[in-house]
Structures are given as C-alpha cells and as structure tokens.
C-alpha cells in the first residue's frame, strides 16, 4: 500500500497571506488528522476528520480550517498568516476505529517571513 | 486533557547495547492506546510500537519492548541492541480520539 503523502513539502510565505496543504491518506483509511509541530510547543493537535466530517479539534483558532473530500484526502487551510505559523504540519492518517493507530505523512515545512 | 511527560530530554547509548527511555503519562481513563514513534532526521514519523491498556502483556517487535504499568501510568520503551539507524527523536504517545506527545528523547547511537 502507499503511504500517506503530502503535498507541497516546502512552502515559504509571507505574513498575511493564506496556505493550503494536502494531505492523501493510506487507501481504505477514512481518517486525517492534522499536527503542528514546533520547537517551543511541541507536537499539537489540529483537527481530525473522518468521512468528510470534522471529528475533533484542537485548540488553534479559527484561522486554521480543513476540509475532506469524497476520496478521503484532506486539506488544511491557515488564513493571516502569522511568522508563528511556521511548522512542520504533520498529516496522519488512520482507519479511524479501534486503536486508532496513525500513520504520518512526510510532513509541509512551512516558513512565513 | 491528558498528558504525557518525558522527563530525558537526551538519551546517548553505545552501539549493540540497550537503552530504556522513560514515559509516564496522567488519564482518568481505563481503556486507552499508548505507542511509541520515531522521528529521525527526516522528520517523518515512524509507528515503532504500541500498547493497548487493558492488556497486561507488554508489546515486543523485533528489538524494541515496552514496559507497560498501567497502575504507575509509566510505559517505557526498551531498545536491544542499538543500531546507528536507531538514532533519532522517540515519542512517547497516548491516544484516545487524538495523540497527545511527550516533548521527545534525543537518542543518540554512539559507533
């Protein structure tokens, strides 16, 4: 099976501008889940979906949004950029039942200067 | 929410022997998911191993165990016979409907 990937791998933006990423998950898997990863905060939770629904969220604001297509892939969308937006996203995908066991993607650098 | 704690920030261990990095985490939970992920350079992460909880057995795969105790909410993560491409950053992870993350252990192998 492919894996999970993720589209574009690099991004550099700049502050006020808007960023969508994309994300395809393991075929079968109905489940995307989004992560941000910085070097002060860590690994965080975005948001999940599952069957083009948002399942969960975290706690980031409104400027960060997603959607889930038919297919399953996913994209993630940040408006207003802020220089505090720079990460890794981290897109993972699962079956979306029992363990919930999540397969991560490569990852988006995003830089925002 | 719940949270997961690693408490070595750098972990260095020489090659072909064992290293155990430490994860304790805090829930009020008692049917849940723990596993353990790697991220090396790369940045991609890497399932390495997971645990359910209301199993009392310990997960083994290949060179890599866990010790599961789930009174003392502590699940560590033992590597046997450490290679070079061991050396990465490991997660510590709990899931329920999202994984929360420990801060990370720096492993690095020394040849």
């Known amino acids: 099976k492919a894996g999970v990937t993720q589209t574009p791998r690099y991004l550099i933006k700049t502050r006020g501008q808007q960023v969508t990423l994309s994300c395809s998950p393991i075929?079968?898997?109905?489940?995307v889940s989004w992560y941000q990863q910085t070097p002060g905060q860590g690994l965080q939770f975005l948001f999940e979906?599952?069957?083009?629904?948002?399942?969960n969220k975290g706690n980031f604001p409104g400027r960060f949004s997603g959607r889930q297509f038919s297919n399953s892939r996913s994209e993630m969308n940040v408006s207003t950029l802020e220089l505090g937006d720079s990460a890794l996203y981290l897109c993972?995908?699962?079956?979306?039942?029992?363990?919930?066991?999540?397969?991560f993607g490569p990852g988006t650098r995003l830089t925002v200067t | 929410a719940q949270t997961v704690t690693q408490s070595q920030p750098e972990m260095s261990v020489q090659e072909a022997e064992t290293v155990t990095l430490s994860c304790t985490y805090d829930?009020?939970?008692?049917?849940?998911?723990l596993f353990w992920y790697k991220q090396p350079p790369s940045r991609q992460m890497i399932l390495v191993i997971r645990?359910?909880?209301?199993?009392?057995q310990n997960a083994t795969e290949n060179r890599f165990s866990v010790n599961f105790q789930k009174a003392a909410k502590s699940f560590s993560l033992k590597i046997s016979d450490s290679q070079l491409g061991d050396a990465a950053m490991y997660f510590c992870?709990?899931?329920?409907?999202?994984?929360?993350f420990g801060a990370g252990t720096t492993v690095t192998v020394r040849a």
């Open positions: 992870a709990y899931n329920d409907y999202k994984l929360s």
């Open positions: 075929s079968g898997h109905r489940s």
């Open positions: 829930t009020s939970e008692s049917d849940y998911y």
């Open positions: 979906y599952f069957s083009e629904t948002q399942r």
């Open positions: 645990q359910e909880a209301y199993k009392q």
């Open positions: 993972a995908s699962s079956s979306g039942q029992g363990s919930h066991e999540q397969y």
